[in-house]
């Protein structure tokens, strides 16, 4: 209670200088922290200032996305959890251009295929609203799906797997990736992941709080990330599982406006950098709200994860991390592209070469636009 108090009253700032110019990353000389929250649900009421249907305080999106540019996020995947809010998290990504969205059905919300009366018109509608937004370049994966056995009190264990063994449809049908949900079905979930893994490219299992033998059961699918949020950092038992994954697999993620990290948390003593907070009642737009997670905080995870292996060099690993999920969500992006020349165009590091990055572009992202800015290394963007 104390030390919660107390580190609500800390504003860390430290680390703000050594934020992203608009230069950096893509150059690889003196490159900032930048992140991608491949897990926020933002179309939550939360975000509308509304808690259990109570008005708390007025709609705050724009400064919650505000304070996750301002540290160093992105880009940020809005989850879609059934075919209502899939439409609403690509309606919010249509606002802004580092916004992303899933389109797909929670384990616990597939009753909703039944409910509708018609299943195969709900496929039907949840596929024409993947090809819509992935031909837009918002929608990045076919989610959140999966198997939550800890809540079958919501839909029954039959009914998950078998809406969700037929999201691998939609993934076959769009070419997107999975966004997974996995809790206390390891060995269920891996048999319908094994019997459809040749139809689906890549995937996450976000917010994993498994054990290392779940651990293992996921990883042992080449194509398959492990999401880490607060939830999965929450006892020293979670910490140690974080140790077994490759961070070749790592992706980060604050399941926003929940499984933020708590003070009685075992990860809580390796965060660093904290924002004001103040309860929803007495909210302000400079402050976080008290026990509502939001995108920015996926530093804290990243901090956490850090600090849990050991790793000194921020850079690095916060590059890392960013690069696993470009390669599952972002496969045609200039990121994605430009690591790779990178890797075979080091003898230019130093930028300057605008012949060869033209070229560059040509061959592998003709389709994309590139925008050069004004510094004096070469600065790529993909405008949609
Ligand atoms: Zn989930």
Redesign the pocket.
Known sequence: MSDDSKKDKIVQTTHRHTLRSSCDGISGVMPGLRFIDI?ANLTDGMFRGLYHGKQQHPADISTVLKRAWDAGVERIIVTGGSLHESREALTLADTDGRLYCTVGV?PTRCLEWEDSGDPEKHYQELLALAKEGAAKGKVVAVG?CGLDYDRLQFCPAEIQKRYFEKQFDLAEATGLPMFL?MRAAAEDFKTIVERNKNRFRAGCV??FTGTNEDLQKMVAFPNLYIGINGCSLKTSENLEVLKNIPPGRIMIET?APYCGIKPTHASSKHIQTTWPSKKKEKWDENSVVKDRNEPCQVRQVFEVIAAVLGEKDYANLSRNFYENTCKVFFPHDIDTLANTWKGSWKANKEGGDLFHMLQFHELHAPSAILRLQPCHRYHWDLQR
Request: a negative charge; proline letters at 0%; charged letters at 30%.
């Open positions: 897990a929670h959140e949900h976000h917010s399941d």
